[in-house]
Nanobody, 111 residues
Framework: QVELVESGGGLVQPGGSLRLSCAVSGINVSIATMAWYRQAPGKQRRELVARVTADGNTNYADSVKDRFTISRHSSNTLYLQMNSLNSEDTAIYYC?????WGQGTRVTVSS
């Protein structure tokens, strides 16, 4: 049984940082293609934020390049380090592995 549980969201001021975590069971994070998506308020679709492939390649949405970093840990956890946050980063962030999704964690960037 696959389960993805996100944590680490919250309220942060513009320019601040957050690290999101996704605790994964049922899939080996180190050899899977994993991703973070987000859904902004009022938007119907989730957008890809960052992805790490099974062989370790990463790709990012243009809007987060050089600010966000996706990584995975031997504890079977996926991370998203988010720096220099701005209001456009406000969204619910979801962890994804193939057909499976977490429940999401909310990030609000506001002063």
């Amino acid at each position: 049984q696959v389960e993805l549980v996100e944590s680490g969201g919250g309220l942060v001021q513009p320019g601040g940082s957050l690290r999101l975590s996704c605790a994964v069971s049922g899939i080996n994070v180190s050899i899977a293609t994993m991703a973070w998506y987000r859904q902004a308020p009022g938007k119907q679709r989730r957008e890809l934020v960052a992805r790490v492939t099974a062989d370790g390649n990463t790709n990012y949405a243009d809007s987060v390049k050089d600010r966000f970093t996706i990584s995975r840990h031997s504890s079977n956890t996926l991370y998203l380090q988010m720096n220099s946050l701005n209001s456009e980063d406000t969204a619910i962030y979801y962890c994804n592995a193939y057909a499976w999704w977490g429940q999401g964690t909310r990030v609000t960037v506001s002063s």
